[in-house]
């Protein structure tokens, strides 16, 4: 299946979007409505967050102070660089998270005498200051504590839940999620794509041993913070009544690590949040402004759209600052269950759409808005309901009645996701059906036609560009140092881009369009994906 990106080149405001080969195009006008809520407003609220944390341990400064100077410096290169500033700083961020991550490892379990010693003293860390009234099991580990696959009843993560609940968040997140999306049609072609997504998931193998265990080990070193269970020792140790998880790693950090090395885990921490946060002000200023804005204003400039992509991304900064206080209480303070439960509640309807949009032509427009409409409602509720009456904790449960609150978010999330199903297919079946010269290379059934496919609608985007290309060259003026400056923090052009011939247009629509791969790096990307695949199964099987 091929993928089109149009690019509009501009520093700090690159907006890739899909064009004619989405796979979802019949949707996709739709989509972000959905997705903003669901990707931007929450990963950003949950990565401001967990860098104030950081900020706050290793600093002592105010929650909200930690955020606005996080904030600030984000902004501050997203908005001048765009997103190609965004990819650099994200690859060389990687490089200095991994090597910093390995050192932290390695001083957490030579602290603790190695791996099966580890595995002892956390099921013996239980803390010093424990209230009569409180049950036990809110104070000691799990029996289950270092299996993947737990009790489909009582466990905290239940296995049916695990392989199908997470794998219906994951195919959102991965195949819908902008900030994932744009990366990949920003590639060179399309053996880059996947040698990108296959890169990723060995990365992903990585946090199990990076951030997990040294978690773990952080509750074995600092058992009376990390597993305080009393309201009033956790609200003097990290300032929230329901539990001091969240700090277990910036602590160990902090603790453990020696000076030059801590300041080196610091930059770590925060290059991994701020990598985070510059994906999501980017992605939220293109999905505003080229799925939104240019509905309301379909001859709107360039400079018009840059600005209104920054003014969005302010009010999502907002947003998400008021937000802070439901995060530090919710999921009993663990960030974690706090944004797996949220996209529980939300992604599953777009996660259907996708799916079905892939392997049932007979999907359509009306079917995927109105099944996305139903399905964010539903989702809605079961959120709403449950920040009304409050997560609560092992101390203190939630009074939200159980009819709504007692069904797991992983379970909640396929539950949510058949009906969505439902809900598509039954609508689609009722309304007019999509003609298949639309669809051709869009759907399963229909990915290796070779007849041309027409679009169901054109851009309603023009840019205005007529009236600019009219100028003459005496009417345009050099700017001053000033102007050249502004035009340069705020991401315009400074100068007019040369004109395309019809030949030019058209070589560069075969470029984007193409699909073709060299046999040997498709192969060898293939090899890699098949391989990862076997890693993935050995370590479910070594762990479950």
């Not at 990819?87 to 932290?104: A, E």
């Not at 996209?343 to 799916?355: E, G, H, Q, R």
Request: glycine content about 6%; overall charge neutral; hydrophobic content about 45%.
């Amino acid at each position: 299946m091929a993928l089109c990106a149009r690019v509009h080149k501009g520093r700090g405001g690159d907006h890739a979007r899909i064009s004619e080969e989405t796979v979802w195009r019949a949707a996709y006008p739709y989509l972000p409505l959905c997705a903003i809520p669901v990707s931007l407003c929450v990963h950003q609220n949950l990565y401001m967050f967990a860098g104030a944390i950081f900020i706050n341990q290793a600093l002592g400064l105010n929650i909200y102070l930690a955020v606005f100077l996080l904030l600030l410096i984000t902004a501050l290169y997203t908005v001048t660089g765009g997103l190609a500033a965004v990819i650099y700083t994200d690859t060389l961020q990687t490089i200095i998270m991994v090597v910093g991550s390995f050192i932290l490892m390695g001083f957490a379990f030579d602290k603790v005498g190695g791996y099966e010693n580890f595995k002892d003293q956390y099921m013996n860390a239980i803390p010093s200051v424990i209230n009569p009234n409180i049950s036990s099991q809110c104070y000691t580990p799990r029996a289950d504590s270092f299996h993947i696959f737990r009790d489909p009843i009582k466990g905290d993560l239940p296995w049916p839940g695990l392989i199908f609940g997470l794998t219906i968040q994951a195919a959102w997140y991965w195949c819908t999620d902008q900030v994932i999306v744009q990366r990949c049609l920003s590639a060179k072609n399309l053996s880059h794509v996947k040698a990108g997504c296959i890169l990723c998931g060995y990365l992903k193998l990585l946090p199990m041993f990076l951030m997990v265990f040294p978690g773990m080990i952080s509750r074995v070193l600092y058992t009376d913070v990390i597993a305080c269970v009393d309201p009033e020792e956790c609200q003097r140790y990290c300032g929230t009544s329901v539990g001091c998880t969240n700090i277990a790693y910036p602590k160990l950090v902090v603790d453990l690590m020696p000076n030059g090395l801590r300041g080196l885990m610091l930059s770590v921490m925060l290059a991994s949040l701020m990598s985070s946060l510059t994906s999501i002000f980017n992605s939220a200023s293109t999905l505003f402004t080229m799925d939104i804005y240019t509905k309301m204003r379909p001859k709107a400039k360039e400079k018009e759209l840059m600005i209104a992509g920054r003014l969005f991304m302010l009010v999502l900064i907002g947003v998400s600052i008021a937000w802070i206080p439901i995060v530090q209480s919710a999921q009993s303070g663990q960030l974690f269950d706090y944004i797996q439960s949220i996209t529980s509640y939300l992604a599953p309807p777009i996660a259907a759409v996708f799916t079905l949009a892939i392997f049932c032509k007979r999907v359509n427009e009306a079917g995927a808005f109105y099944g996305l409409c139903f399905g964010l409602l539903v989702g809605l509720s079961r959120m709403i309901t449950e920040f009304a009456y409050g997560t609560g904790s092992c101390v203190q449960p939630s009074k939200c009645p159980a009819i709504i609150c007692g069904v797991h978010y992983l379970y909640f999330a396929i539950i949510l996701f058949a009906v969505s199903c439902v809900a598509i297919l039954a609508i689609s079946l009722m309304t007019k059906p999509i003609d298949d010269k639309h669809l051709y290379r869009l759907c399963w059934s229909l990915r290796n036609s070779t007849e041309e496919r027409i679009d169901l609608e054109v851009d309603d985007w023009t840019g205005d560009q007529d009236s600019s290309s009219m100028e003459t060259e005496e009417e345009r003026e050099e700017p001053g140092c000033f102007k050249k400056a502004y035009n340069w923090f705020c991401g315009f052009d400074q100068g007019e881009a040369p004109k395309l011939t019809k030949e030019e247009e058209a070589e560069l629509k075969m470029k984007l369009t193409d699909t073709s791969e060299k046999p040997i790096w498709r192969n060898v990307v293939n090899a890699n994906a098949i391989i990862l695949l076997a890693v993935c199964v050995f370590f479910h099987g070594f762990f479950g």
